[in-house]
């Protein structure tokens, strides 16, 4: 658990990368809102449970895009496409 990782540039080396929170705060009420944190950034030290949740929005890491970088190819969690936004009037921000 607690010993030391060489990440030496061997073929089968694997970085695991948390981006943006995805978590929905509308969801209760059929929304769509999010906290717009960009990256997850762990709140303490690796292997305690704080190193779960994000510094940022206090979200739990599960709640952040999965990006898994391994031979150079970056492969994406596909999630669940978020509900249309109700816009009532308003442009759709980019
Ligand atoms: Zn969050």
């Not at 952040?64 to 496409?81: C, M, N, S, W, Y």
């Amino acid at each position: 658990m607690a010993s030391s990782q060489e990440f030496e540039a061997s073929p089968s080396t694997i970085i695991v990368n948390y981006k943006e929170c995805r978590r929905n705060y509308a969801i209760a009420v059929g929304g769509h809102a999010v906290d717009g944190c960009r990256e997850f950034a762990p709140s303490g030290e690796q292997g305690t449970q704080q190193a779960l949740l994000c510094q940022a929005c206090s979200c739990h890491r599960s709640f952040h895009r999965k990006e898994v970088i391994g031979d150079g190819v970056v492969h994406t969690t596909h999630l669940p496409a978020p509900p249309p936004t109700v816009a009532l009037g308003q442009p759709v921000a980019p």
